[in-house]
């Protein structure tokens, strides 16, 4: 990675692929500020005509290499208007991606903060993750229907991807977003421009609305497929913890075969019976077979709903120490384990 005196991304070079992650000419992590007087709605609504009018935000109050540990670590300031910002770029060592720890002190009114990253990525669409899965959207404005989604929402991550490479902006508390596309200046097709959408300030009904300190993590993975999106999405907003304890390692409570099948709870049940729930869906949007693995004794399984009710459907069969699972794509699935020996009276 690069960055220049002006405290931009200018280089993200992906070593597997051999080939750069940003637009040529362009540089990322480019704050962008502008305007935004919505029609009606103060604090709800985002209308298209803000972006008339934007502020490039590159001039830097300072530019300094840090001590990131065993990362590699650039810490960049700038002021604008009233606020400020201060953000520290990371590339953890053995990660294929770029961290941005992003602190905003804000005090402005009626502005809308971006984060800009035009990628060197030729796509009509991208994925963005909603809850147990992802959808598409445009790119570009040849309908209507497309030009309305000047401004969308993504949990944890937005995919650009062409054949056989593509890049994830993943980001662990912001969810509004746009992308575009736009020619490359060198000619020979098009880029993709992923933007965040970081900051509001309306002035009705609160007129302080969203004024002080904000904290942000974002990162950009080049040479990310969708598996990937799903994976460094979870690992930014699920970062590992690290506690003392015996030398002994100690297995998960549950596991799965398949990096497609994402497991997003693992609880006690609610009736207190001291039944396991766990709950997990297939994130790619393929069909998938997978084994479930439990690192306690399990004397039953059922399947239930979201409520942990038996869905009817009997019990299933754990066995050889695991159970089989076929999911269809997106397909959310709850499980309710017995606790205890099979056989067990």
């Known amino acids: 990675a ?15 692929a051999g080939r750069e992650t940003l637009a040529p000419g362009k540089a990322a992590n480019l704050l962008q500020l502008h305007q935004d007087f ?20 590159v001039e830097a109050d300072a530019v300094e290499a840090v001590d990131g540990g065993t990362a590699g670590a650039v810490r960049v300031r700038r002021t604008f208007g ?22 905003v002190d804000w005090h402005e009114t009626e502005k809308f903060l971006k984060a800009a990253f035009p990628l ?12 147990f899965g992802h959808l598409y959207r445009p790119t570009h404005t040849n309908t209507s229907w497309d030009a309305a989604k000047f401004e969308a929402c993504a949990h944890r991550f937005v995919h650009v991807e062409e054949p056989g490479w593509g890049v994830a ?31 509001r300030a309306p002035r009705f009904p609160d007129p302080r609305t969203d004024q002080g300190t904000h904290r942000f993590r974002c990162a950009l993975v080049p040479g990310a497929g969708l598996g990937d999106a799903v994976r460094e999405g979870w690992a930014l ?16 409570l549950v596991s799965v075969a398949d990096e497609a099948v994402t497991v997003t709870a693992v609880k006690l049940a609610d009736d207190g019976s001291g039944d396991v729930v766990v709950r997990l869906h297939e994130a790619r949007g393929g069909r998938v077979s997978t084994r479930l693995t439990c690192g306690f004794p399990v004397s039953s399984v059922v399947r239930c709903d979201l409520l942990e009710r038996p ?4 019990g299933q069969a754990y066995e050889d120490g695991g159970l089989a699972l076929d999911l269809h794509p997106f397909e959310i699935v709850t499980l309710r384990l017995g606790r205890g020996i099979t056989g067990e009276a």
């Open 2 to 16: 690069e960055v220049d005196g002006r405290g931009l991304l200018v280089s993200l070079y992906d070593l597997r």
């Open 38 to 57: 919505p029609t009606m709605w103060d604090a709800w609504d985002v209308d298209e005509f803000y972006r008339n009018t934007v502020t490039d935000l």
């Open 82 to 103: 009233s606020s400020s910002v201060e953000q520290v770029l990371t590339l953890p060592p053995g990660a294929a991606r770029l961290e941005i720890a992003t602190e």
């Open 120 to 131: 060197d990525v030729h796509a009509d669409r991208v994925a963005a993750e909603t809850q």
């Open 169 to 199: 902006v993943v980001t662990d508390s912001t969810y509004g977003y746009d992308a575009s596309r736009a020619a490359r200046e060198t000619g020979r097709g098009t880029t993709t421009t992923v933007r965040l959408s970081l900051l």
């Open 237 to 252: 907003n699920l970062p590992e913890r690290r506690v003392a304890g015996a030398a002994e390692a100690v297995e998960p």
């Open 311 to 314: 869905d009817g459907a009997g």
